[in-house]
């Protein structure tokens, strides 16, 4: 045999070890009958939103001592997010700037104990309501103001572009002191630099509560106006009703699961004033 034709043989003997060698290492798990291997997928990332909330109004939403927003409003969105398996970050950011900030894209929900008016309805979804949040005028105790018609030229606290600051100018208040935010125009009551303050009935019951001036002056707080509509919801950008639809089926499983009654328990104790009855709430 020449050098030729014994590197042919040598070739060919090669090549026919390498093919019985694949044979041998194939994979443990077998195609049979032609079925179509299953895929394995990475496992769904969840969806994330943004959430733009004012972070002044306790005990709704607030920052705590360690700079973590938190409060009802926050406590009660993380447990939606969970049932319905999608995450939130909260971005804080003053009132004003919520609904712009929504329609602009920046955020994909508000929480920030937004009341359900015909205007927020007109330029957002709103989700089924989940509290009551009245607006009252906080006095002191021997004042018998009711009404906002009742306050003439007092001097009224309030938190500037607020709604509560929309109502006092489309009815004719003039002796009117806006600050940024509710605890400030708290504070101006009562200091004495305002005769009254206006706002949400449970935020400004919260910083009463808990001012331990042994000096603060003993209030009492009148809802001015008996028919409005109090209830408060989450919104989310219009016509995105596939989100607003998860909120309210998150919300709809957290009331019948207990979480809600735990988270509210948690916020506002046994006064149950602030609770959207059920048969309100369909």
């Keep these: ?30 195609i049979s009958n032609n079925q179509p291997v299953e895929s394995v997928s990475a496992p769904k990332k969840l969806e994330r939103y943004v959430v733009g909330t ?12 360690h700079g973590q927003l938190t409060g009802f409003d926050a406590d009660l969105l993380k447990a939606i997010a969970d049932n319905q398996n999608f995450s939130i970050e909260f971005i ?12 602009e894209g ?19 979804e709103m989700s089924e309501p989940y509290a009551f949040a009245p607006n009252v005028i906080m006095g002191k105790t021997g004042n018998n103001v009711q009404t906002l018609a009742q306050l003439g030229n007092s001097s ?18 003039k002796n ?23 706002g949400d009935a449970g935020v400004l019951n919260y910083y009463h509560k808990n ?13 001015y106006n008996k028919t409005e509509d109090v209830r408060v919801a989450f919104a989310v950008k219009k016509g995105n009703t596939e989100l607003i639809n998860k909120i309210n089926e998150g919300l709809k499983n957290i009331k019948a699961n207990g979480t809600y009654d735990k988270i ?10 602030l609770r959207v009855p059920e048969e309100n709430n369909k």
Aim: hydrophobic share 35%.
């Design 1 to 30: 045999m020449d050098s030729q034709n014994m590197k042919n043989n040598i070739l060919a003997l090669t090549c026919l070890l390498i093919l019985a060698a694949c044979g041998n290492d194939a994979p443990a798990t077998q």
């Design 54 to 65: 004012d972070a002044t109004y306790p005990p709704f939403d607030f920052k705590d001592e």
């Design 92 to 103: 804080p950011t003053a009132r004003s700037q919520l609904f712009p900030g929504l329609n």
């Design 106 to 124: 920046y955020y994909q929900i508000l929480a920030a104990c937004l009341g359900i008016n015909a205007e927020r309805l007109a330029q957002s």
């Design 156 to 173: 009224v606290a309030v938190q500037q572009d607020s709604y509560t600051h929309k109502v006092l100018t489309d009815s004719g208040i």
């Design 176 to 198: 009117i002191i806006t600050e940024k935010t509710p605890y400030e125009a708290y504070v101006d009551f009562v200091s004495g630099r305002a005769d009254y303050v206006v």
């Design 211 to 223: 001012n331990k001036d042994t000096h603060k002056p003993q209030t009492y707080s009148a809802v």
């Design 264 to 273: 509210y328990a948690k916020w506002f104790g046994t006064d149950n004033s």
